[in-house]
Structures are given as C-alpha cells and as structure tokens.
C-alpha cells in the first residue's frame, strides 16, 4: 500500500479533462514540495510537473498542477490520445526520511 | 544529451549478492543528487536509495535498509547499489535517476532524467 494515495484510473474522451488526485499527510505533501510523472508502459518515467505546479521544459501547458495542504492535484486538459500512461505523484516525507510516490493513475482516453 | 545507463542486473538465489552499476554522461555528475528507483512488473515505481552529490549523505528505504549500499565515484562518472541478503520480493527493473538541479536538497524528488534499468530477479 502507498504512502500517497491516488485513484486507479481516470478517462475520458479526446479533447476533454481530466484530474487526477493525490493525497497524503503532513508529513510528506503537507511539507514538502511536490513531483508528477508521465509514464508510458515500457518506458522510463518523465518528469511533467516538478516544486508543486512547475513544468519543465518541452511539457505542454495542456499539463498543470496544484497542492493545498496534504493533497495535489495534476490536471489535464485538451486530452490526446498520446496522453494514455500511467502518472505517478511523488514527494519526500520528512518522518520517513524517504521519497514516497503514488500507486499511480492510468488515464484511458475513450 | 543526458545518458545513464544501468548494467549488473541478473538472476540470483535468495541471500545472494549484487552489485548494480549506473554509468552517466552527459552532465556534471559530481554536481548532482542521485536516486536508485526500482519498479516489479506491473507495479509503480518504489523508491530505493538516494546519495547527495558529494556522495556524504546517504537515505534508504525501509525495505532495504542494512542490506544495500549505495556509493557514487564521481571520477568515473559511475552511482552503484551493493545489494545484499537479497529477497524474492527484491526482484524488478531497477533504474538510476538523477535530480534536476545541481546541489539539491536531498528532499528534491525532481527526478528528470531515469535510466531504462537492468532487471534482478531474485528467485531459487
């Protein structure tokens, strides 16, 4: 069982949005900055969000992220199908003295 | 371009030994934190080890606490996992990442550029 907690998986159609959420406790996201990864099946992860709602470069806007107190949400509007991956959220949790990630999200464009 | 690329993976009987090289190009590897990240099939991504640039400061997960090591050369460009009582459940693809900015806090889970990993399976 992960220390952050995120919903199995998310859909919907072309064009549309969708949110995926990741909840934790004070320890880790209540203090700590916060990281999203992009997935696809077979591949590395890549970095789209990282400190809470920044993206790197390359990573379009249609991708943003936000955190209030011990939970973050990743966003993504204008969904294509290249988006299909699974997404992972991730952070330091100061009690561990560990980096903590999700279970993940896969997201199914429909 | 950024390149790291993980080699020593293999099959090995429970209570084995292993030792995982990561050897990186492409940036200034003694100014950057590294982390060792290992995922099972099918599973997310579980957190293994870190060590700060200067290769001083050093944080394990709990699943693998006293029984890895993770070192850094920084003269050879080269992050290892001395990986050792090894259990079943230790076997997955395990890669190496580096962090995005030089000299991070060790609490920087920006992790931009992954390895494509080596597997260990660990299996009589």
Known sequence: QSVLTQPPSVSAA??????????????NIGNNFVSWHQQVPGTAPKLLIYDNTKRPSGIPDRFSASKSGTSATLDITGLQTGDEADYYCGTWDSSLNAVVFGGGTKVTVL | EVQLVESGGVVVQPGGSLRLSCAASGFTFHDYNMHWVRQAPGRGPEWVSLISWD??????????????IISRDNSKKSLYLQMNSLRTEDSALYSCAKVRIPYSSSSSTNLDYWGQGTRVTVSS
């Open chain 1, 14 to 27: 072309p064009g549309q949005r969708v949110t995926i959420s990741c909840s934790g406790m004070r320890s």
């Open chain 2, 55 to 68: 290769g001083y400061t050093t944080y394990y997960s709990d699943s693998v606490k006293g029984r890895f």
